[in-house]
């Protein structure tokens, strides 16, 4: 998954060690998750007719 660096940084919450930023999750929250896309999802005909049944209610 890649991550762009929005450049926003709180004022608390932050450390450093060893010249990294740490924060308590995977990712800081100045990072925009840009995602990643393994190409087109194709849903099962029986899922559609599920799910077409459902906003018919």
């Known amino acids: 998954m890649t991550h762009e660096d929005a450049g926003w940084r709180p004022d608390l919450g932050l450390e450093e060690y060893g010249g990294s930023e740490l924060?308590?999750?995977g990712i800081g929250p100045h990072e925009v998750n840009s995602a990643?896309?393994?190409g087109d999802i194709a849903f099962p005909k029986e899922l559609k007719e599920g799910l077409a049944q459902l906003d018919d209610e």
Do not use: L, R
Request: avoid cysteine.
């Open 36 to 38: 990643e896309v393994d």
């Open 23 to 25: 924060w308590d999750h």
